[in-house]
C-alpha cells in the first residue's frame, strides 16, 4: 500500500498497520477457505463425538409456526457427513446465489464500463459535487443500497473506488467507504425492501407467543431506520476522511494493474452527448418497467395479493433490473459518444467482463463448499442457541438485555451471515422474553438491526469479502486479506459502539420506532 510520511503516525494507525502486515502473510483466500474446511471438517468430528446438541424452539419459514427443534453437531467424518462431503459439491455451488448475483450484475456492468459510461458519470458526479460532499454522496447512496440487496456489493463499492481515484484521492479509501456503507448498515434503510417484510413476519409470530393480538407492521422501524441511515452516513464519512484517507496518504498509480485516472474539470463534447442519449435509454428503459409494474394485475406484482413492494415478482427479480439499467445506458452511451456502436461490440465487452471474474467464480466455488459444510454440522446453530441460554439467563433489566442480545447477534454474525435464518432463530427467544419485561417487539427488532449489521464487513464468511480484495488488488497489487481489515477494523468498531449507543439513548428516551 502507498503511503506519504506527511505526518508521525498515530498508535491507532501503527496498530492497523500491523494488522495489515500481519493479515496480508496470511496465504491466498482460497488456501485459507481449505483450511477453515479443514478445521470444520475435524471440529464436527470432535464434538459430533461429544454429542453436543441443544433443544430450542424456532420459527419455521415456510408455515411461520413456531416449533420445537433439537440441534445436534453433525460430523462431516461420519457415514452421512461423507456422503454429504462427496454428493453436495455441485449442488452447494449451483445453491451459491451470489454467483449468479455477480454474473448478471457484470453483464450490463461490462458494458457500462467499457462503453466509458462509468468514467463519464463519475466524471459528471465530480463536477457538480463540491469535493467535501462526495464522501457524504456515496455513503449515503450506499447504505440506500441495500433496497437492492446484494447488488450493492457489485455496484456501489468499486464505483465509490473509481470516484475517489477521479477526484484524485486514493481509491482504496474509496472502496473503503463504499464496502463499509453497504455492509455495516445492510439492515437499515429509508426505504421498505423486502428483507423488512420477511423480519417483520417473524418478529409478529413471536409476538403472538405473548400476546396473539400484538402485531407490528412493515413500516415499525421507519423512524429508527430514517435516523439510523442519516446517522451512519454522517459517522462512516467522517470516519474515511479522519481515519482511513489519511491513512493511506497519497495514491501512487504506479502500485495499480491499472484503473480510471483522474479527471479534469469539464466533460467532453463526446461525453455530454453520450450521457444524454444514455439519458433517453433509461427513460425508455423506465416507461417499460412503468407498464410491467404500475397497473393493476401487472405481471411484476404479486399474482395473489396485487403487492408490488415485498413479495413480488419486481422485488424478487431486482438484480433483472440492475442489470438492464446498465446495460442499456452503456449501449445508448456507447452510441452517443462512438465508443460502442454494434451489438458485437456490446457481446465483446460482456465476454471481457466475465473473463476478468475467472479467479473470483472460483474462490466463490471453495467458499461456497465451507458454508455449506459449516451449515450442514450446526456449528452455528448451537453456538448461537448456547450463547442465547446464558444471555436468558442473565437476569438483567431490560436495556441491558437488549444492548447484550445486540452484542451476541453481532458475535454470531460472524459466523451465521443471513439476516433471516438467525432472527429465525433469536426472534422467538427474545421477542417474548423482552415482551414480558415491557419491551415492544419494535424495540427487539430495531436491536437486531443493530447488531446484524456492523460485522459483515470483516466476516470471512460474507461472500463478498474476497471480492472486495479483488477490487482493491486493482489499485494495489499488494493488497491481501490484511489490507481490507485493516482498512475496515476502524468502520467495524466504531459503528458497532456509536450505533448502539444511538439505539440506547432512542429506548431511554422512549421515542416511536416507527408507524
Same mark, same amino acid.
Given at each position: 500500500m502507498a503511503t506519504a510520511n506527511v505526518a508521525p503516525k498515530t498508535a491507532m494507525q501503527r496498530f492497523l498497520d500491523g494488522v495489515e502486515k500481519v493479515g496480508n502473510m496470511?496465504?491466498?483466500?482460497?488456501?485459507?477457505?481449505?483450511?477453515?474446511?479443514?478445521?470444520?471438517?475435524?471440529?464436527?468430528?470432535?464434538?459430533?463425538?461429544?454429542?453436543?446438541?441443544?433443544?430450542?424452539?424456532?420459527?419455521?419459514?415456510?408455515?411461520?409456526?413456531?416449533?420445537?427443534?433439537?440441534?445436534?453437531?453433525?460430523?462431516?467424518?461420519?457415514?452421512?457427513?461423507?456422503?454429504?462431503?462427496?454428493?453436495?459439491?455441485?449442488?452447494?455451488?449451483?445453491?451459491? /446465489?451470489?454467483?449468479?448475483?455477480?454474473?448478471?450484475?457484470?453483464?450490463?456492468?461490462?458494458?457500462?464500463?467499457?462503453?466509458?459510461?462509468?468514467?463519464?458519470l463519475i466524471h459528471k458526479l465530480v463536477v457538480v459535487s463540491p469535493r467535501w460532499a462526495l464522501t457524504y454522496i456515496l455513503a449515503f447512496v450506499g447504505i440506500l443500497a441495500s433496497i437492492a440487496a446484494d447488488a450493492g456489493y457489485l455496484v456501489l463499492i468499486p464505483l465509490a473506488g473509481v470516484a475517489y481515484l477521479a477526484v484524485g484521492r486514493h481509491p482504496l479509501a474509496g472502496l473503503a467507504l463504499g464496502?463499509?456503507?453497504?455492509?455495516?448498515?445492510?439492515?437499515?434503510?429509508?426505504?421498505?425492501?423486502?428483507?423488512?417484510?420477511?423480519?417483520?413476519?417473524?418478529?409478529?409470530?413471536?409476538?403472538?407467543?405473548?400476546?396473539?393480538?400484538?402485531?407490528?407492521?412493515?413500516?415499525?422501524?421507519? *423512524?429508527f431506520?430514517?435516523?439510523?441511515?442519516?446517522?451512519?452516513?454522517?459517522?462512516?464519512?467522517?470516519?474515511?476522511?479522519?481515519?482511513?484517507?489519511?491513512?493511506?496518504?497519497?495514491?501512487?498509480?504506479?502500485?495499480?494493474?491499472?484503473?480510471?485516472?483522474?479527471?479534469?474539470? /469539464?466533460?467532453?463534447?463526446?461525453?455530454?452527448?453520450?450521457?444524454?442519449?444514455?439519458?433517453?435509454?433509461?427513460?425508455?428503459?423506465?416507461?417499460?418497467?412503468?407498464?410491467?409494474?404500475?397497473?393493476?394485475?401487472?405481471?411484476?406484482?404479486?399474482?395473489?395479493?396485487?403487492?408490488?413492494?415485498?413479495?413480488?415478482?419486481?422485488?424478487?427479480?431486482?438484480?433483472?433490473?440492475?442489470?438492464?439499467?446498465?446495460?442499456?445506458?452503456? *449501449?445508448?452511451?456507447?452510441?452517443?459518444?462512438?465508443?460502442?456502436?454494434?451489438?458485437?461490440?456490446v457481446i465483446a465487452a460482456i465476454e471481457k467482463s466475465i473473463k476478468?471474474?475467472?479467479?473470483?467464480?472460483?474462490?466463490?466455488?471453495?467458499?461456497?463448499?465451507?458454508?455449506?459444510?459449516?451449515t450442514y454440522t450446526n456449528i452455528g446453530t448451537v453456538m448461537a442457541l448456547s450463547l442465547s441460554g446464558m444471555l436468558q439467563a442473565a437476569n438483567v433489566g431490560a436495556l441491558p438485555l437488549l444492548i447484550g442480545f445486540i452484542v451476541v447477534v453481532a458475535i454470531i454474525d460472524l459466523l451465521l451471515t443471513g439476516a433471516i435464518a438467525k432472527w429465525a432463530i433469536f426472534a422467538p427467544v427474545f421477542v417474548p422474553l423482552l415482551m414480558k419485561l415491557g419491551v415492544e417487539p419494535e424495540a427487539v427488532l430495531a436491536a437486531y438491526r443493530v447488531g446484524d449489521s456492523p460485522m459483515n464487513a470483516i466476516t470471512p464468511l460474507n461472500a463478498y469479502f474476497a471480492l472486495v480484495v479483488g477490487f482493491a488488488q486493482k489499485y494495489d497489487k499488494s493488497a491481501g486479506v490484511g489490507t481490507i481489515v485493516s482498512l475496515m477494523l476502524p468502520y467495524v468498531v466504531l459503528i458497532f459502539v456509536l450505533w448502539t449507543g444511538l439505539f440506547a439513548v432512542w429506548k431511554a428516551l422512549g421515542l416511536p420506532w416507527g408507524l
Amino acid at each position: 500500500m502507498a503511503t506519504a510520511n506527511v505526518a508521525p503516525k498515530t498508535a491507532m494507525q501503527r496498530f492497523l498497520d500491523g494488522v495489515e502486515k500481519v493479515g496480508n502473510m496470511v496465504p491466498h483466500p482460497v488456501v485459507i477457505f481449505l483450511i477453515l474446511i479443514g478445521i470444520v471438517i475435524v471440529l464436527s468430528a470432535v464434538l459430533g463425538a461429544f454429542g453436543a446438541a441443544v433443544s430450542f424452539e424456532r420459527i419455521n419459514p415456510d408455515t411461520h409456526e413456531i416449533e420445537r427443534a433439537s440441534t445436534a453437531i453433525n460430523s462431516l467424518l461420519s457415514v452421512e457427513g461423507l456422503r454429504f462431503l462427496y454428493s453436495s459439491l455441485v449442488p452447494n455451488f449451483m445453491s451459491f /446465489t451470489a454467483v449468479g448475483l455477480m454474473i448478471a450484475a457484470m453483464i450490463g456492468a461490462g458494458v457500462a464500463e467499457e462503453s466509458g459510461l462509468v468514467t463519464a458519470l463519475i466524471h459528471k458526479l465530480v463536477v457538480v459535487s463540491p469535493r467535501w460532499a462526495l464522501t457524504y454522496i456515496l455513503a449515503f447512496v450506499g447504505i440506500l443500497a441495500s433496497i437492492a440487496a446484494d447488488a450493492g456489493y457489485l455496484v456501489l463499492i468499486p464505483l465509490a473506488g473509481v470516484a475517489y481515484l477521479a477526484v484524485g484521492r486514493h481509491p482504496l479509501a474509496g472502496l473503503a467507504l463504499g464496502f463499509a456503507a453497504v455492509a455495516g448498515a445492510f439492515t437499515v434503510n429509508m426505504l421498505i425492501k423486502p428483507l423488512d417484510a420477511v423480519l417483520v413476519e417473524f418478529t409478529n409470530d413471536a409476538a403472538h407467543l405473548v400476546d396473539p393480538a400484538r402485531s407490528i407492521g412493515l413500516a415499525s422501524n421507519v *423512524w429508527f431506520s430514517i435516523a439510523s441511515v442519516l446517522f451512519l452516513t454522517v459517522l462512516i464519512a467522517l470516519i474515511t476522511d479522519r481515519m482511513i484517507a489519511p491513512r493511506l496518504g497519497e495514491y501512487n498509480p504506479q502500485t495499480a494493474e491499472g484503473g480510471v485516472q483522474s479527471q479534469g474539470a /469539464t466533460l467532453s463534447d463526446r461525453e455530454s452527448r453520450g450521457l444524454r442519449f444514455a439519458l433517453y435509454g433509461l427513460i425508455g428503459l423506465l416507461v417499460v418497467f412503468l407498464l410491467l409494474t404500475i397497473p393493476s394485475g401487472a405481471p411484476l406484482r404479486n399474482p395473489d395479493t396485487g403487492e408490488l413492494i415485498g413479495n413480488s415478482p419486481f422485488m424478487n427479480g431486482l438484480i433483472a433490473l440492475i442489470m438492464l439499467v446498465f446495460l442499456v445506458t452503456g *449501449w445508448t452511451y456507447g452510441i452517443g459518444a462512438g465508443t460502442m456502436r454494434t451489438l458485437a461490440e456490446v457481446i465483446a465487452a460482456i465476454e471481457k467482463s466475465i473473463k476478468n471474474m475467472g479467479g473470483t467464480i472460483f474462490l466463490f466455488f471453495v467458499l461456497s463448499q465451507f458454508v455449506a459444510y459449516f451449515t450442514y454440522t450446526n456449528i452455528g446453530t448451537v453456538m448461537a442457541l448456547s450463547l442465547s441460554g446464558m444471555l436468558q439467563a442473565a437476569n438483567v433489566g431490560a436495556l441491558p438485555l437488549l444492548i447484550g442480545f445486540i452484542v451476541v447477534v453481532a458475535i454470531i454474525d460472524l459466523l451465521l451471515t443471513g439476516a433471516i435464518a438467525k432472527w429465525a432463530i433469536f426472534a422467538p427467544v427474545f421477542v417474548p422474553l423482552l415482551m414480558k419485561l415491557g419491551v415492544e417487539p419494535e424495540a427487539v427488532l430495531a436491536a437486531y438491526r443493530v447488531g446484524d449489521s456492523p460485522m459483515n464487513a470483516i466476516t470471512p464468511l460474507n461472500a463478498y469479502f474476497a471480492l472486495v480484495v479483488g477490487f482493491a488488488q486493482k489499485y494495489d497489487k499488494s493488497a491481501g486479506v490484511g489490507t481490507i481489515v485493516s482498512l475496515m477494523l476502524p468502520y467495524v468498531v466504531l459503528i458497532f459502539v456509536l450505533w448502539t449507543g444511538l439505539f440506547a439513548v432512542w429506548k431511554a428516551l422512549g421515542l416511536p420506532w416507527g408507524l
